[in-house]
Structure formats: structure tokens, C-alpha cells
């Protein structure tokens, strides 16, 4: 092979593994250096240089005196037909292992710093253990801890992830991705809502339940900009890709309020509050608010309240007035009241507020109201009631951006 040859053919071994020219020259020069110590009557230690440009190479032998040092340097160059079998064989060994192991080394230099990162991959197996995710030039490792409930991945499948680590091991870098990594969130705003990758607005806070619902606070960082609106976009649109993305999980956003007691009363929409009392520590936060919406406000099993705690960092502690007046002491709504069987509901013709009671009993809230003496326990809603007002009442062109709480795209609901 004439030295033009080989120079193209490095050439092309280097795109083809995707490296570098010199790193694959570094490679070579370790391989041939290798393989001259494999040749009968090679010298103790040797150093292997190459010209790029015309493809010579130098081997300078050394030996090796009682103290260690090198000595008697001379041009030691074999031809081509001295190498030998066994040599030739050892430096094809020796070049795959180090070509090996510098392209573990590159894809780990890769994602190292890409802990944090949006990434796609295709599913290609999936077990009771862990699914794996092709990314092209690598495979990242979903375990099952990090996968949504109830969500059934399927090989050949395409869905995006959250990168919570970057292994370095001795097959190559091991990438642990998330589906329930509240960053998911965020990174899959910051693809459909220009503005927050821009900075203009900007995710605050976050509480997710993975694959029932989540909570974001979000702020402007630009008094003209709406950042509600700028999350749900145009009919919903750009929520909607998220709720997408995230197989149909509900997402109620939420103006961001650096005042805590507004934030709590914010982070419990659809629920309509009336009074939040912050403790003197600021690490739980009474909440009062009407009879017909205290069960909206805790949400089915408590998930909205839940979710709100998260969102804002404080103990949430929610009472109707009626339990206000009674006496019932913050918390203990949950172990003391014993709930009507039954769901609130928006109209969605005039947008009032409906008890469909579990007998299938409808009752306006007005009617409600009117017929309440103060005796019997506000009704409980399930989490039906929450996502179907959040849904109702949620609009980025009739809500105010104070009282949005941009629940999920057109049809969610009726999917269910």
C-alpha cells in the first residue's frame, strides 16, 4: 500500500468510527509501537513517531539501564517484511482495542455534560427491569423506577426523556434517562414555548404526580408578556404537545407569586380560595374556602392539595367555612368529615358549578347554597372534578392570567 493509500484509508477508517484523524493516528503509532516489541531482538522501550503529511514512520529504540533510564537511542525502522506474522497480528489486536476504546472515551465525553438534557430515543427492548432507548450512537438505560406508571412502551416506539446520570463503565457510558423527572417537564416547555427559551418566562416551581397530573409555576420576566398564556398558546396548542408527549397527563399552570399566601391560593386553582393564613415559620399555610369548592380544592385522594404543597414548599391545610365555623381544626378534614358520594361539575352552557350526586341527582350550586344549613359536609368530588373544571374554566382567552390554570388540550377529557 503506497503512502497516499494509507492516508485515505485512515482517513476514512476515521469518519467511519466518527473520530478524529490524530486520535486515530495516536491509535496506530500505540499499535505499531506494540507490535514491534513482539519482533525477535526488539529493543527494551521504543518510541513510534509519524509523519501525517507523508505517512513515514520512525520507530527510535531504546535500551533500558539498572537505574531505569533509557539509554542508547537509535533508529531502529523495520521494513515491512520484518514485522512478521505474529507482529501483524498483534498490532490488528491492539489497533481494534484502542480504536475501542477511544470511541467509549468520545461517547462519554458526549453526554458527560449533558446530565439534565432533553434527549429522543427509539424503544428497542423492554422488560420487567428497564427499557432501553437507542440514541443513535448509544443506548440509554430507562429503569422502571424512572418509568411512568400504567405507560406500556412498545419496541420501535419513538418518546423523549430526561438524562439523570452519565455512567462511565468499561463497555462504554451507561445513560439512565426519566420519564417522571420533574425536568421533563421544563425541557419539553422549553421545546414548544419560545419564550422560555429565551428566558422571557420562566418555570418557577414544579409538582408532578407521573401520569395523573402536574402543577408549574411559571413568571414573565417582561410585564408585557403573559406567561400563562404563553405556555397554553394559541387554543391550547402548545400545552397540548406537552400533554401529548406525556400520554395525556393533565397540566395545570399557574402564575407564579412571590407573595406565599397569593402563590398557595394560586397553586389550589380550579378551586376558588377564600383566605390563606401562613404560619410565622412560612412552612404551612391554613387555607379557607367556600363549602361547594373544598372538595375541588383537595382534589380526588388529595391530589390537588398534594400537588400544591409541592409546588409551593408549605404544608397545606385546606377548611370550608362551614368547618371554620364549627371549630374543625386545620387537617383534620381528612379524619373528622365524612363525604357525600358524588362529583362537582361545570356546566359547560353557562359555566356554573353542578353536584351530580352518585344516585345521578343534579344540583346547582345555587341550589346548593340555598339548601345547606351549615349541618351536613360538603360533598366530595373525585379527580374527575378537578380535571374536568380545570378543563371548563381554563382558557388563554376568557381567564385572567391570575385565575388560569391551563389544564389540559380540547378532548383530554373526553378521553378518558
Not at 162 to 190: C, D, M, N, W
Not at 316 to 326: L, Y
Request: with cysteine; glycine share 8%; net charge negative.
Amino acid at each position: 500500500m503506497s503512502n497516499l493509500d494509507m492516508s485515505e484509508a485512515i482517513r476514512l477508517l476515521a469518519q467511519e468510527k466518527g473520530l478524529s484523524v490524530d486520535a486515530l493516528l495516536h491509535v496506530l503509532v500505540d499499535a505499531l509501537a506494540s507490535a514491534y516489541k513482539r519482533r525477535p531482538g526488539a529493543a527494551d522501550e521504543v518510541v513510534v513517531e509519524v509523519n501525517p503529511e507523508s505517512m513515514e514512520f520512525t520507530f527510535i529504540a531504546y535500551d533500558v539501564d539498572e537505574d531505569g533510564n533509557w539509554v542508547n537511542e537509535r533508529d531502529d525502522t523495520p521494513k515491512k517484511e520484518e514485522l512478521g506474522r505474529i507482529a501483524a497480528q498483534t498490532f490488528r489486536q491492539v489497533m481494534s482495542q484502542r480504536i475501542r476504546e477511544v470511541e467509549r472515551d468520545r461517547k462519554f465525553e458526549e453526554y458527560a455534560n449533558r446530565e439534565g438534557d432533553l434527549v429522543t430515543g427509539i424503544i428497542q427492548q423492554t422488560d420487567a427491569r428497564y427499557t432501553l432507548l437507542d440514541l443513535g450512537r448509544v443506548e440509554a438505560l430507562l429503569p422502571q423506577a424512572e418509568q411512568v406508571p400504567y405507560e406500556r412502551p412498545q419496541p420501535g416506539d419513538r418518546c423523549k426523556a430526561y438524562i439523570v446520570e452519565v455512567r462511565k463503565t468499561a463497555k462504554g457510558p451507561q445513560i439512565v434517562v426519566s420519564r417522571t423527572h420533574p425536568g421533563l417537564i421544563k425541557r419539553l416547555f422549553e421545546l414548544e414555548v419560545p419564550e422560555i427559551a429565551d428566558g422571557i418566562v420562566e418555570i418557577k416551581a414544579c409538582g408532578r404526580e407521573p401520569g395523573h397530573r402536574t402543577k408549574i409555576a411559571v413568571w414573565s420576566n417582561d410585564h408585557n408578556v403573559d406567561p400563562v398564556g404563553a405556555c397554553v398558546g394559541a387554543r391550547g396548542a402548545r400545552v397540548r404537545m406537552v400533554v401529548n408527549e406525556l400520554r395525556g397527563e393533565k397540566i395545570d399552570i399557574v402564575p407564579f407569586s412571590e407573595d406565599l399566601a397569593d402563590f398557595v391560593a394560586k397553586a389550589l386553582s380550579p378551586a376558588k380560595v377564600n383566605q390563606v393564613n401562613i404560619s410565622i415559620d412560612g412552612t404551612q399555610a391554613d387555607v379557607i374556602v367556600p363549602d361547594h369548592q373544598l372538595s375541588l380544592a383537595i382534589g380526588r385522594e388529595g391530589q390537588n392539595a398534594r400537588l400544591a404543597a409541592r409546588l409551593t414548599g408549605v404544608r397545606v391545610d385546606i377548611r370550608s367555612e362551614t368547618q371554620v365555623a364549627e371549630g374543625v381544626p386545620a387537617g383534620g378534614y381528612l379524619d373528622d368529615v365524612e363525604y357525600a358520594e358524588g362529583e362537582w361539575v361545570a356546566n359547560g352552557e353557562t359555566g356554573e358549578m353542578e353536584w351530580h350526586a352518585a344516585d345521578g341527582s343534579v344540583i346547582s350550586q345555587a341550589e346548593w347554597t340555598a339548601q345547606s344549613d351549615g349541618s351536613a359536609a360538603p360533598p366530595a368530588a373525585d379527580e374527575a372534578s378537578a380535571d374536568e373544571t380545570s378543563a371548563e374554566e381554563t382558557s388563554a382567552d376568557e381567564a385572567p392570567a391570575e385565575e388560569a390554570s391551563a389544564a389540559v388540550a380540547e378532548g383530554d377529557d373526553a378521553a378518558e
